[in-house]
């Protein structure tokens, strides 16, 4: 019975051995600190440097009001628009009549010079509508050309559905946006 009773403390002194070895706390692992990033090249880091004002040669201050500015594009009553038929760059005969009396008008003012606006309705894509817009303008300008303006004196530009004359929806407003305006350039 005594042999009994040292085998169990033996056997109980080996499971709380080995019980308390396996809850022991592991090592936490090595941390190893990144390498310092090389240094960046010469050209990324910012140059800082101060220099005193020096007039530059050829440089004038020139004030604002003096500043050139954008042509300005006058709408003269000489110059009439024309009108297109949906989805169309063709001229109609009336359009022709109209272009008929702006050729008259731009004869007789030969320092003109005009720019021909091709706009469109507010149907279709933003890019169908300027390329619609583009054709208009020039089938204008092609015809006042045909009628003996000098090609220098025109220029054209595509606003698309950009500029209506009409804001609003229906075949009355699409039909008055659908046009080519006559700008003189001042």
């Known amino acids: 019975m005594k ?3 040292i085998l169990r403390l033996m056997v109980t002194i080996a499971m709380a051995a080995l019980l308390a070895a396996g809850c022991a706390k592991k090592p936490a692992p090595e941390v190893v600190a990144p390498a310092p990033a090389p240094p960046p090249p010469a050209y990324e880091q910012p140059m800082v440097s101060e220099m005193p004002p020096q007039p530059v040669p050829g440089l004038q201050e020139q004030a604002v009001a003096e500043m050139p500015v954008a042509p300005e594009m006058v709408a003269v009553a000489g110059l009439q628009r024309i009108n297109f038929a949906y989805d169309q760059y063709t001229l109609s005969d009336q359009a022709r009549e109209v272009l008929a009396g ?3 008008w ?3 003012n030969p320092g003109a010079r005009v720019i021909v606006e091709g706009h469109c309705d507010e149907r279709g894509s933003d890019e169908y509508n300027l390329a619609l817009g583009e054709r208009r303008a020039l089938a204008a300008q092609n ?3 045909s009628l003996g303006i000098a090609a220098g004196r025109l220029s054209t530009v595509s606003y698309g559905e950009e500029r209506p004359l ?3 929806k229906g075949e009355t407003a699409w039909a008055q946006n659908r046009r080519a305006e006559f700008k003189v350039v001042k």
């Open 3 to 5: 042999k009994n009773n």
């Open 102 to 104: 702006n050729a008259a």
């Open 106 to 108: 731009m004869k007789a």
């Open 143 to 145: 015809y006042l050309v």
């Open 166 to 168: 009409a804001p609003g």
